[in-house]
């Protein structure tokens, strides 16, 4: 019994490393000490985005912390060795056991935006009018998964292809407090589909591919500060459906960060000055997801995106003809029930990407990344 709450403790120790069940503690001590300033309360949006992340961190900290006391108590008894507490000790040992198995599942969203909304964009890549009717398939598939798992979202930009489909589309999840950035995050990267072309005469067999793109969705921007310097403006006319003034002025905006070369266009907000936050809202969580990409603690040390929407980029097929098949190039989880996956049962793939994500060695992820 002794070796098994050592292993435990071993176990639990593990965990809470990779957690960073310490620098949470931290951080929580610093926004606690911020919210205790005379001060505090004058910037009132300022004050509720704190007092939000301290609930948060507590509600994060707490089980860990209960179960790391609970344990270190099972190991002083059975250092008495005393026979009469071996009934306690063991009964105390399965409960612990069990908490750390269901609090091992919050492991998998312990990156350090997991826990925010999420802006997800897709862009019509190789493969023309399929590739943009693959965009708004793909469009569906996450919309019909989003009603389905209860979260909401907005549009906040679309462009519509020529003929069918989308050349582009952002649209923003607002559901935090269910990981919804760390559930989703597995989706970013090129997905590729094969079937027979509706679009061509002869009907044939056709590749195509399209971008997906997921962020953290970044509330407050002291997350992800930027520095005007580094920014370049434009503003132009809309040209897509909106109120009575699209068309009419210049209320379109385009933001480009210049290091990067990054840039977000917003012309759904009814405003130039809605249109110019909304576009500052996402510069901010490209940036931030960039950030996990490539390892960068500074923005300066940010290089732009490369990956195209091509043959050899892809992290996951799907293959509607001539069988049926989705498969995930990285978690290695395979489907031939296609129709299910594009009406939006995505919750075993990302269990899947999850579950090889834990698995991986760190040395493994960065490679992957």
């Keep these: 019994m002794d070796d098994r709450a050592f292993a435990l403790k071993q176990t639990l120790d593990k965990a809470a490393l990779n957690l960073g069940l310490e620098k949470l503690k931290q951080k929580l001590g610093e926004l606690e000490k911020q919210s205790q300033a005379s001060d505090f309360w004058q910037d009132n949006l300022r004050a509720q985005n704190v007092m939000q992340q301290i609930a948060d961190l507590k509600k994060r900290i707490g089980p860990w912390d209960e179960l790391i006391s609970a ?10 060795k005393d026979p ?16 750390l198995s ?29 590739a943009q009717d693959w965009a708004q398939m793909l469009l569906r598939m996450y919309t019909r998964f989003m009603a389905k798992t209860g979260w909401k979202y907005r549009m906040l930009d679309e462009s519509q292809g020529e003929e069918a489909g ?5 649209i923003e999840i607002n559901k935090a407090s269910d990981n919804v950035y760390g559930k989703l995050k597995g989706e970013h ?58 068309n009419t002025t210049d209320s379109a905006v385009r933001v480009t960060h210049l290091p ?41 040390e940010l290089k732009g995106p490369n990956q195209a929407a091509e043959w050899g980029n892809q992290v996951r097929n799907y293959v509607l003809h001539p ?12 489907t031939s029930d ?21 698995s991986a060695p760190k040395d493994d992820k960065i490679k992957q990344k």
């Design 260 to 300: 990067t070369g990054i840039s977000v266009a917003i012309q759904n907000e009814r405003s130039q000055v809605q249109n110019k936050e909304t576009a500052l809202s996402i510069l901010r969580s490209k940036l931030a997801q960039l950030s996990l990409e490539q390892h960068a603690k500074r923005l300066n």
């Design 323 to 334: 069988y049926k098949q989705v498969k995930d190039l990285r978690s290695g989880y395979e």
């Design 102 to 130: 269901q609090l091992k599942r919050e492991l998998r969203f312990s990156g350090p935006y997991d826990d925010h909304g999420a802006v997800l964009s897709i862009f019509a890549g190789a493969g023309g009018t399929d």
């Design 84 to 99: 009469e507490l071996n009934g306690e000790i063991e009964e105390g040992l399965n409960a612990a056991e069990t908490k």
């Design 166 to 170: 989308l050349k582009s589309v952002v």
């Design 338 to 358: 296609t129709d299910s996956v594009l009406g939006g049962e995505l919750d075993p793939l990302i269990e899947a990407f999850l579950e090889s994500e834990q």
């Design 189 to 246: 990267g090129v997905h590729r589909l094969v079937r027979l072309s509706p679009f061509n005469a002869d009907h044939l067999r056709q590749t195509s591919f399209a971008k997906v793109e997921v962020a953290p969705k970044i509330d407050s921007p002291s997350e992800v500060e930027l520095d005007d310097k580094q920014l370049k403006v434009d503003v132009y006319r809309s040209g897509g459906h909106g109120g009575q003034s699209v």
């Design 71 to 80: 344990v270190n108590d099972l190991l002083d008894l059975t250092k008495l």
